[in-house]
């Protein structure tokens, strides 16, 4: 993360992107703890599954409604790097090393120390997770 808040996409990743997404992004949070990064089409796809729900169901705005706050459409600009929005930015606290985890449909960003202590050291891996990953045959 550059101190103007743009990430330079990986090149393992940015491969991909460019090959099966293009250069327009979402990116938003549930939780204000890590930056999500959906290739705009992937967002999409969310954007109308959340349209079939009825408008009344709470979860439904809920989503809505964290996804809004902490969202933005982005573009990829031509050195490969996407502009993390300022409030996300700050929420995040994505100053300086920060991780990116490839997921199916996004990129997760996250501030390094607070993945380790949040998700390495704070949900360690349990007989149960390791009985699901045997029975998953992974």
């Not at 993390?84 to 700050?90: G, T, Y």
Request: hydrophobic content about 35%; charged content about 35%; overall charge negative.
């Amino acid at each position: 993360m550059d101190a103007k808040g743009r990430l330079k996409i990986p090149a393992e990743f940015k491969e991909i992107i460019d090959r099966d997404y293009g250069p327009n992004f979402y990116v938003t949070s549930l939780r204000g703890d890590k930056a999500s990064v959906y290739p705009f089409s992937e967002w999409e796809k969310i954007e109308k599954k959340m349209a079939e729900l009825p408008t009344t169901h709470p979860s439904r705005n809920k989503f809505l409604e964290r996804t809004s706050y902490y969202g933005q459409k982005v573009e990829m600009d031509a050195q490969g790097r996407i502009l993390i929005p300022a409030l996300l930015r700050e929420s995040a606290d994505t100053h300086g090393e920060v991780v990116v985890m490839g997921c199916p449909d996004r990129l997760d960003v996250w501030k390094h120390e607070r993945f380790v202590e949040q998700r390495i050291n704070g949900d360690p891996i349990t007989p149960e997770d390791e009985k699901a990953w045997s029975d998953w045959k992974i």
